[in-house]
């Protein structure tokens, strides 16, 4: 019998041990990058080099003194639970975290890309064993978004919501859902983008507008998943770890998060090509291209300056203009096929019960085992946070239920049955 005293110890330990440890902001180029790079015309490389990171993103902590914590709490961790599935999913987090230590150290450096494709995947990576490549998935869902024009047949919201009016709107929205004391929404004028998010809180700019689409894609991408995760790893009693997310983890998370902007109808096309273009720029910036040549990729296809800047800047933060991709972008598109594949499998196979078990903290879909296994231990609570779209299991499983068929149906044969609709 394991000791549940001593899992909630073990786990508060390593929450401790990895409080330090920010990887966005450790990784993120300051305002004054850009502001050179377009006094530029935009034609010269953005100034980041290894320097930049030591002198204008300083590790607030000291990565050695961390890296020793984390394998000393290992070695403590092996003796007292190793052999254990609790003990072996501690382990697991403690040697990667330990391993993201090694990719922050690594800014600036080639070893900070080749890091980042082991930690989060690569555009090479398969989706399975003989399977696409992460690259030509990403290739095959744009080309199939590209054909959407939405604006032939509904028109582009109009953002019409103050930022005061949008903190108003979520936090009545989430606080049903998460409790008032618990989520968090904030106007906050520090921030480049119209809005950020952290584990327990969303921000918006105080001088953005927002539409309504944008603030019900705040609302169940931020909201629903990811505070809502956070909240019930923070309210385990004893694995406590779930409530810290780890590379591993994020895959699951963001695709978690898609998914629940798709089955909402809460997403839109252009939002989801954002997502797969991101992943081809990994897939250039992998294969060599620069962040001018990326940004002018962005440009070419359509995109404004300033998105074209923030796409290009999530492949290369962390590196350098020319040093390969940050590849965490490639979570949003290959989790959600984990979480979609998962969730229609075990409707398949009649493990209903597990779907619930995704939001019980920050896990990876294939530890969703596991988490069950120890929640009969009564190690791991179940959620307390739910969905609205997850509460139903009963209705979501029909709706996949009649997925797995259609997957069946020869698509190219039902376009000639059906010729006579689409001309």
Known sequence: MIDKKLVGTLSNELVALQKPIRILSSVAWDDEVAADFFAAG???????????????????????????????????????????????????????????????????????????????????????????????????????????????WQPPEDPCFTAAEGVKILKGRLEGLCGAEQVRVMIDDGIVADAAAGGDYIKLREDAMFSERDLRVLEVHEGWVHVATTLNGRAQP??????????????????????????????????????????????????????????????????????????????????????????KDLSYSVGFLEVYDFIRLAVQRGRLERLP?????????????????????????????IPPHMQDVSALASWLAYSNLLNRIDLKKMEIHLEAALS
């Open 42 to 152: 935009a034609t010269k490389q953005p100034a980041v080099d290894a320097d930049y990171y030591q002198n204008n993103r300083p590790l607030r902590f000291d990565p050695d003194d961390v890296r020793a914590g984390l394998h000393d709490f290992r070695a403590r961790l092996a003796k007292r639970l190793g052999g254990s599935a609790i003990g072996d999913l501690l382990l697991a987090r403690a040697a990667e975290y330990v391993r993201v230590l090694d990719m922050v150290q690594a800014r600036g450096t080639p070893e900070f890309a080749q890091i980042s494709a082991e930690l989060y995947g690569g555009p090479a990576d398969h989706i399975h064993e003989g399977g696409p490549t992460l690259a030509s998935l990403g290739q095959v869902m744009d080309e199939a978004l590209v054909n959407i024009d939405s604006g032939a």
């Open 238 to 327: 004893y694995a406590t770890f779930l409530a810290k997310g780890t590379p591993s983890t994020t895959s699951t998370q963001e695709g978690l998060a898609v998914f629940t902007e798709i089955t909402t109808m809460s997403s839109t096309p252009a939002r989801l090509r954002k997502v797969t273009r991101r992943m081809l720029a990994i897939d250039m910036a992998d294969q060599g291209a620069t962040f001018l040549e990326v940004y002018r990729w962005f440009i070419d296809l359509g995109h404004s300056e300033s998105d074209a800047w923030v796409s290009s800047v999530r492949v290369f933060r962390g590196s350098t203009p020319t040093g390969g991709p940050f590849t």
């Open 357 to 385: 078990l995704l939001f019980s903290g920050k896990l990876a879909v294939r530890e969703v085992g596991t988490i069950a296994s120890l929640a009969e231990e009564g190690l791991v609570e179940p959620p307390g946070i």
